[in-house]
């Protein structure tokens, strides 16, 4: 009898083989439960099992381990440092008065989807480059504008992602490793440029934004000669809820906190620190692009390992989702068709109305937070539907495909498990798991704005591309 209730007492680990909707179940109740897969590795597809069995050869492996564990390695050890505040044009690399900058893969204008052909626009306008929006599409197609990704220029934009000349960015420095990354500020929510709206309104917010609100905050850092340790206020703001995508509450609430007794020591007057800070009261999200800065500012540090499998890029254009992968290096993107964003609708619209997956913020999936750390944030599930057991569950199962926890950003719930890091694209082919990614949602037509927010994956074909491209390099 004392054996059968040590039995009962005793902390229960099973193994499901079969029905997978029944080790579904077990997690949601807490229990530990491992799914035996039963699916061949990569989908069955004969070309691919080969390759996989080439790059699971003892010797190949070794490498490919060696290489992933230096690449996670320089990821997690990587400490972000929020250096600054100034225009692009004056600190960004290869930036000029007609480059704008946009999320995802390299794209045309033409081929652009809707909202980012809306936010260029309201770009070329807001640089003074046309007097209104249909010369602004005009200037667009006329070849005077160069279009280039933010990756390809050490940035990160979220959602359109445009940023032009005139546009103040942070500056993130890589302590551990001297790399630097830039991100735009946050114009807030609702209809914002990001999100392809351009009226006159989200003009005159963003001169503003030009001529008030960004040099305050190049004037405060100025007095902060140190910086501010993003890492260890990102391990912050998960502790208090937020998972650093689309919950940032706690993040900006420490952001602000920061750069509070730097901003009151500059020359504005007391009218313009009201107006800046009701402006980071308007919203949340006012830290959301600095922790897209703080993990491309450690992803880039993981970049170019020479034989490592792992994912340092994740983004897409509305059209196109891209990856790029360490040990290809360089800006060689593996591309896919950009998904369907599944999740609540504002009220008054409908999956009709949304545009497909994109941004450049699934870079905090890539460094695992975000959609990798829902379990910290089960705040957000009400933003992008699921229910608070799969938000756990998203956290654990994410654990499949990366190489490591990163052991200085943790989830408190989940007994302090280090965010699942170094996404690798040998698992994601052999397990048939895909990355998670929560997300807002644009309209698909340019001008409206956020209309909603959810859940997606990235397209399966940019992982096989990415083996059949690391295959072909690894010797």
Same mark, same amino acid.
């Given at each position: 009898?004392?054996?059968?209730?040590?039995?009962?007492?005793?902390?229960?680990?099973?193994?499901?083989?079969?029905?997978?909707?029944?080790?579904?179940?077990?997690?949601?109740?807490?229990?530990?439960?491992?799914?035996?897969?039963?699916?061949?590795?990569?989908?069955?597809?004969?070309?691919?099992?080969?390759?996989?069995?080439?790059?699971?050869?003892?010797?190949?492996?070794?490498?490919i381990?060696?290489?992933?564990?230096?690449?996670?390695?320089?990821?997690?050890?990587?400490?972000?440092?929020?250096?600054?505040?100034?225009?692009?044009?004056?600190?960004?690399?290869?930036m000029?008065?007609?480059?704008?900058?946009?999320?995802?893969?390299?794209?045309?204008?033409?081929?652009?989807c809707?909202?980012?052909?809306?936010?260029?626009?309201?770009?070329?306008?807001?640089?003074?480059?046309?007097?209104?929006?249909?010369?602004?599409?005009?200037?667009?197609?006329?070849?005077?504008?160069?279009?280039?990704?933010?990756?390809?220029?050490?940035?990160?934009?979220?959602?359109?992602?445009?940023?032009?000349? #005139?546009?103040?960015? +942070?500056?993130?420095?890589?302590?551990?490793?001297? *790399?630097? $990354?830039? %991100?735009? /500020?946050?114009? =807030?929510?609702?209809?914002?440029?990001?999100?392809?709206?351009?009226?006159?309104?989200?003009?005159?917010?963003?001169?503003?934004?030009?001529?008030v609100?960004?040099?305050?905050?190049?004037?405060?850092?100025?007095?902060?000669?140190?910086?501010?340790?993003?890492?260890?206020?990102? #391990?912050?703001?998960? +502790?208090?809820?937020?998972?650093?995508?689309?919950? *940032?509450? $706690?993040? %900006?609430? /420490?952001?602000? =906190?920061?750069?509070?007794?730097?901003i009151?020591?500059?020359?504005?007057?007391?009218?313009?620190?009201k107006?800046?800070?009701?402006f980071?009261?308007?919203?949340?999200?006012?830290?959301?692009?600095?922790?897209?800065?703080?993990?491309?500012c450690?992803?880039?540090?993981?970049?170019?390992?020479?034989?490592?499998?792992?994912?340092?890029?994740?983004?897409? *254009?509305?059209?196109?989702f891209?990856?790029?992968?360490?040990?290809i290096?360089?800006?060689?993107?593996?591309?896919?068709?950009?998904?369907?964003?599944?999740?609540?609708?504002?009220?008054?619209?409908?999956?009709?109305?949304?545009?497909?997956?994109?941004g450049?913020?699934?870079?905090?999936?890539t460094?695992?937070?975000?959609?990798?750390?829902?379990?910290?944030?089960?705040?957000?599930?009400?933003?992008?539907?699921?229910?608070?057991?799969?938000?756990?569950?998203?956290?654990?199962?994410?654990?499949?495909?990366?190489?490591?926890?990163n052991?200085?950003?943790?989830?408190?719930?989940?007994?302090?498990?280090?965010?699942?890091?170094?996404?690798?694209?040998?698992?994601?082919?052999?397990?048939?798991?895909?990355?998670?990614?929560?997300?807002?949602?644009?309209?698909?037509?340019?001008?409206?704005?956020?209309?909603?927010a959810?859940l997606?994956?990235?397209?399966?074909?940019?992982?096989?591309?990415?083996?059949v491209?690391?295959?072909?390099?690894i010797?």
């Open positions: 009898m004392t054996k059968r209730n040590e039995l009962f007492q005793s902390k229960v680990n099973t193994v499901n083989v079969g029905i997978e909707f029944i080790n579904e179940d077990l997690k949601k109740q807490g229990i530990e439960s491992h799914q035996v897969n039963w699916a061949p590795p990569a989908g069955g597809d004969a070309e691919l099992l080969k390759l996989l069995d080439r790059l699971n050869e003892p010797g190949t492996l070794e490498k381990q060696k290489a992933n564990e230096e690449a996670v390695s320089r990821i997690i050890q990587s400490k972000p440092v929020l250096v600054g505040y100034d225009k692009a044009l004056n600190v960004m690399p290869n000029t008065k007609n480059t704008i900058l946009h999320a995802g893969p390299p794209i045309a204008y033409a081929d652009m809707g909202p980012m052909q809306g936010a260029i626009q309201g770009a070329i306008v807001f640089e003074g480059l046309a007097s209104d929006l249909e010369e602004a599409d005009k200037v667009a197609r006329s070849g005077e504008i160069i279009f280039s990704p933010c990756h390809e220029h050490d940035a990160v934009g979220s959602m359109a992602g445009v940023t032009s000349a #005139s546009m103040y960015v +942070h500056i993130i420095k890589n302590e551990t490793y001297g *790399n630097i $990354a830039y %991100t735009n /500020l946050s114009e =807030q929510l609702a209809k914002v440029l990001r999100f392809g709206a351009n009226d006159q309104t989200v003009i005159d917010r963003l001169v503003w934004m030009r001529d609100m960004g040099p305050m905050l190049h004037d405060a850092m100025k007095l902060c000669p140190k910086g501010i340790d993003l890492r260890l206020m990102l #391990s912050q703001a998960l +502790h208090m809820g937020d998972e650093c995508h689309n919950r *940032n509450v $706690a993040g %900006t609430t /420490l952001l602000v =906190q920061a750069l509070t007794p730097y009151v020591q500059t020359d504005f007057t007391k009218e313009q620190m107006e800046v800070f009701e980071i009261a308007s919203s949340d999200y006012f830290s959301g692009p600095t922790w897209m800065g703080a993990a491309k450690a992803l880039d540090a993981g970049h170019n390992v020479e034989n490592s499998t792992l994912v340092t890029t994740m983004c897409r *254009n509305g059209v196109e891209g990856i790029r992968v360490s040990g290096g360089g800006n060689n993107w593996f591309t896919g068709p950009a998904q369907r964003v599944i999740g609540p609708m504002f009220a008054g619209y409908t999956q009709a109305d949304a545009g497909l997956d994109m450049d913020s699934a870079i905090t999936e460094y695992g937070i975000g959609g990798f750390a829902m379990a910290a944030a089960p705040a957000i599930v009400p933003l992008v539907g699921g229910t608070v057991a799969e938000a756990l569950n998203y956290s654990r199962e994410m654990k499949e495909i990366t190489t490591a926890e052991p200085n950003i943790t989830i408190p719930v989940l007994n302090f498990m280090g965010i699942p890091s170094g996404i690798d694209v040998l698992k994601v082919m052999e397990t048939g798991m895909l990355p998670i990614i929560n997300t807002a949602i644009a309209h698909k037509d340019p001008g409206v704005g956020m209309i909603g959810g997606t994956n990235p397209p399966m074909n940019v992982f096989k591309e990415a083996l491209a690391l295959a072909a390099k010797h």
